[in-house]
């Protein structure tokens, strides 16, 4: 979309990974830092953050080609079940413009403060699991 030459591009992008992952170590030190898998092949990561009154969802993302398939929301879901077993809502980060939303949604997530251009989402954890 830049109309960048290919090299430019790489160099620029592996400058906002690194930038990206510098301000979540240091905003989420205790993180867990995890590679979701599918057949032994990564295709995505989860990034969780246990709080002593909540787990926060830091990231979740997934490669182009395993999006729509049900696995994030399948992820997700195991992450509320795990997080309502100890009786913690789970909290997240969201732009207000991406799509993932509508799953938040349908997963039971409630936007608890505007952060402008991104909202503060929980999902109780009483609420018991809703499917994706």
Request: proline share 9%; aromatic share 8%; net charge neutral.
């Amino acid at each position: 979309m830049l109309g960048w030459p290919p090299e430019m591009l790489a160099v620029f992008l592996e400058q906002q990974r690194r930038a990206q992952a510098m301000h979540y170590r240091a905003a989420f030190p205790e993180a867990a830092w995890l590679i979701v898998e599918s057949g032994g092949a990564p295709v995505g990561r989860l990034y969780t953050d246990e709080r002593p009154a909540s787990v926060h969802l830091v990231d979740i993302s997934l490669l182009p080609e395993w999006r729509g398939r049900g696995l994030g929301g399948a992820i997700l879901a195991d992450l509320i079940v795990d997080a309502a077993a100890r009786d913690l809502p789970v909290s997240l980060q969201v732009e207000k413009v991406n799509p993932a939303r509508r799953l938040y949604e349908r997963l039971g997530f409630r936007v608890v403060a505007d952060n402008g251009p991104h909202d503060w989402m929980e999902r109780p954890a009483q609420a018991g699991p809703k499917g994706p």
